[in-house]
């Protein structure tokens, strides 16, 4: 029998005694027991305290989830002994769960592929141009209303440029040229070199006409009779906005600009509007826009383009797929007999270009036979709209009852797994006592036996064939497919090496 170890030892191996850094490697040791060095403890510093902390709770968590029961389905043989028809009705039930999750999660996908697939629209806006004046020489001596003129030189103008989808004009045929106060009321105001913007008391649409824009600019042409400060370049630009922002800040989100300076004379201007789309498109070259026969594309339409044209004029390789052949046309744009495929996205970069602004010439008229009845300049541009149908989708995705349904679906299926782990319990209970109540002596003999093998099989000391004779022939079979090739095989042979007498004996 082997003594017993000091309560000082592990278990298994026999451990050493310390030696002390000042005792010499060889020679006979110094008298006197060993004084054990403590070994130098490090603080962790505060900024992995945290972390630490948190990678614990995700430890127990994800512990704690991998206890949580997951078996939903009622184990074989519960019929037999369940009066009524309970288990067929909880079968039926899961199979209809398992075909309205199928049918759910495969409209759910049909839906965000329709959503990354969304062709953009294309509306009409109208826009108008128009301009007042105010204290021109050619108004009377008094003024108007009453109100005295200027003085000579004096004299202004007051530009607006506003723009409207015609789907939500109410009156096409209404005139640009409305008093300052409706002016104001109906869209902001640019002012001089600069925008000076305030929030519109109503809003006609959805869609105002700063969301479709970048920048306005608006060129003067060279006047001589005009000083260079009245003609420097009108900016405004939308400002950057944050990706998660939900809208356009009050000072950029307008339907009218307006803008006033002096002069006496006609100016010409150039308004040059640039687009503001997502995804960006962009102007293609030449030799691109015949591969895909259009002059304008985003950069993911390119490729999908490019990839239709390859599959159609079948260029690609029989082995390699990823490699494309390039006949006359695409050997213009990328220069080489052979391409890999995902070389194609940067590749078509040097022929697009963007998109050239919108030119929308005007002239300032400040003469008085104008004004005798002044129109406004009317253009009509397209501009791209977000399908309707994809806000609609999105908010079926995005929906926060859907998740706290799936949240509250998430509990009930935990209450379920937790019902059938104790109906397995009953059951194994019901079959357990049905045994012994036939054949208890049989049924306690054989029981006791299976509980020894199994303690023989964890403890590693288990013969060959678990206690028993070995006569069966799966104990006598080898290869990949025996009993011996096993999750079990390998852990009792583990168990047996890893016994201190198995150590000790070698």
């Given at each position: 029998?082997?003594?017993?170890?000091?309560?000082?030892?592990?278990?298994?191996?026999?451990?050493?005694?310390?030696?002390?850094?000042?005792?010499?490697?060889?020679?006979?040791?110094?008298?006197?027991?060993?004084?054990?060095?403590?070994?130098?403890?490090?603080?962790?510093?505060?900024?992995?305290?945290?972390?630490?902390?948190?990678?614990?709770?995700?430890?127990?968590?994800?512990?704690?989830?991998?206890?949580?029961?997951?078996?939903?389905?009622?184990?074989?043989?519960?019929?037999?002994?369940?009066?009524?028809?309970?288990?067929?009705?909880?079968?039926?039930?899961?199979?209809?769960?398992?075909?309205?999750?199928?049918?759910?999660?495969?409209?759910?996908?049909?839906?965000?592929?329709?959503?990354?697939?969304?062709?953009?629209?294309?509306?009409?806006?109208?826009?108008?141009?128009?301009?007042?004046?105010?204290?021109?020489?050619?108004?009377?001596?008094?003024?108007?209303?009453?109100?005295?003129?200027?003085?000579?030189?004096?004299?202004?103008?007051?530009?607006?440029?506003?723009?409207?989808?015609?789907?939500?004009?109410?009156?096409?045929?209404?005139?640009?040229?409305?008093?300052?106060?409706?002016?104001?009321?109906?869209?902001?105001?640019?002012?001089e070199d600069g925008a000076d913007a305030k929030k519109p008391a109503s809003k006609r649409s959805k869609q105002r006409f700063s969301q479709f824009f970048k920048s306005i600019t608006v060129d003067f042409d060279k006047s001589s009779?005009?000083?260079?400060?009245?003609?420097?370049?009108?900016?405004?630009?939308?400002?950057?906005?944050?990706?998660?922002?939900?809208?356009?800040?009050?000072?950029?989100?307008?339907?009218?600009?307006?803008?006033?300076?002096?002069?006496?004379?006609?100016?010409?201007?150039?308004?040059?509007?640039?687009?503001?789309?997502?995804?960006?498109?962009?102007?293609?070259?030449?030799?691109?826009?015949?591969?895909?026969?259009?002059?304008?594309?985003?950069?993911?339409?390119?490729?999908?383009?490019?990839?239709?044209?390859?599959?159609?004029?079948?260029?690609?390789?029989?082995?390699?797929?990823?490699?494309?052949?390039?006949?006359?046309?695409?050997?213009?744009?990328?220069?080489?007999?052979?391409?890999?495929?995902?070389?194609?996205?940067?590749?078509?970069?040097?022929?697009?270009?963007?998109?050239?602004?919108?030119?929308?010439?005007?002239?300032?008229?400040?003469?008085?036979?104008?004004?005798?009845?002044?129109?406004?300049?009317?253009?009509?541009?397209?501009?791209?709209?977000?399908?309707?149908?994809?806000?609609?989708?999105?908010?079926?995705?995005?929906?926060?009852?859907?998740?706290?349904?799936?949240?509250?679906?998430?509990?009930?299926?935990?209450?379920?797994?937790?019902?059938?782990?104790?109906?397995?319990?009953?059951?194994?209970?019901?079959?357990?006592?049905?045994?012994?109540?036939?054949?208890?002596?049989?049924?306690?003999?054989?029981?006791?036996?299976?509980?020894?093998?199994?303690?023989?099989?964890?403890?590693?000391?288990?013969?060959?064939?678990?206690?028993?004779?070995?006569?069966?022939?799966?104990?006598?079979?080898?290869?990949?497919?025996?009993?011996?090739?096993?999750?079990?095989?390998?852990?009792?042979?583990?168990?047996?090496?890893?016994?201190?007498?198995?150590?000790?004996?070698?």
């Amino acid at each position: 029998m082997q003594a017993p170890m000091p309560p000082g030892y592990g278990r298994g191996y026999p451990q050493g005694a310390q030696r002390s850094p000042a005792t010499p490697r060889r020679g006979p040791q110094a008298p006197g027991p060993a004084i054990a060095v403590p070994m130098p403890q490090h603080a962790v510093p505060p900024q992995y305290m945290t972390p630490q902390r948190n990678l614990a709770h995700q430890n127990d968590a994800a512990l704690r989830r991998s206890r949580k029961p997951t078996d939903k389905n009622i184990p074989d043989g519960v019929e037999e002994v369940v009066v009524g028809e309970g288990v067929l009705q909880y079968k039926s039930l899961r199979d209809l769960e398992k075909r309205l999750d199928a049918a759910v999660v495969r409209k759910r996908l049909d839906i965000q592929d329709s959503i990354s697939k969304t062709v953009k629209k294309y509306r009409t806006m109208r826009i108008w141009v128009s301009n007042t004046v105010e204290g021109q020489p050619w108004q009377n001596s008094s003024g108007q209303n009453g109100v005295p003129a200027s003085t000579p030189g004096s004299g202004r103008y007051k530009v607006r440029i506003e723009g409207r989808l015609l789907d939500d004009v109410n009156d096409l045929e209404a005139s640009a040229s409305d008093d300052e106060g409706d002016a104001q009321e109906n869209g902001d105001t640019m002012e001089e070199d600069g925008a000076d913007a305030k929030k519109p008391a109503s809003k006609r649409s959805k869609q105002r006409f700063s969301q479709f824009f970048k920048s306005i600019t608006v060129d003067f042409d060279k006047s001589s009779a005009t000083s260079p400060d009245e003609m420097k370049t009108i900016n405004w630009a939308k400002p950057q906005l944050p990706p998660n922002a939900a809208s356009l800040p009050p000072t950029a989100d307008f339907d009218s600009v307006q803008f006033s300076r002096a002069s006496q004379e006609n100016l010409n201007v150039t308004i040059s509007l640039v687009r503001d789309e997502t995804p960006e498109r962009y102007k293609l070259s030449k030799e691109l826009a015949e591969v895909l026969d259009v002059e304008e594309e985003t950069r993911s339409g390119i490729v999908l383009g490019i990839w239709d044209y390859i599959r159609a004029m079948g260029l690609q390789e029989d082995e390699e797929k990823r490699l494309v052949r390039c006949d006359d046309r695409l050997r213009a744009i990328f220069g080489r007999d052979q391409m890999f495929f995902p070389q194609i996205p940067e590749s078509v970069g040097p022929h697009t270009s963007p998109l050239d602004p919108i030119k929308l010439p005007y002239t300032i008229r400040v003469d008085e036979d104008f004004h005798k009845d002044p129109t406004p300049t009317i253009y009509d541009i397209q501009v791209a709209v977000e399908d309707p149908l994809r806000s609609k989708m999105l908010a079926l995705t995005q929906n926060p009852q859907y998740t706290a349904g799936m949240r509250q679906i998430s509990q009930l299926d935990d209450q379920v797994a937790i019902i059938i782990q104790a109906l397995t319990h009953s059951r194994a209970k019901h079959s357990f006592f049905t045994a012994l109540s036939k054949d208890p002596a049989t049924f306690v003999r054989r029981w006791i036996n299976s509980q020894r093998r199994d303690l023989e099989t964890i403890l590693g000391e288990a013969t060959r064939g678990g206690g028993e004779d070995a006569s069966g022939p799966e104990f006598r079979r080898g290869g990949s497919d025996s009993v011996w090739d096993t999750t079990v095989a390998r852990e009792a042979v583990r168990y047996m090496l890893a016994k201190p007498e198995a150590t000790m004996g070698r």
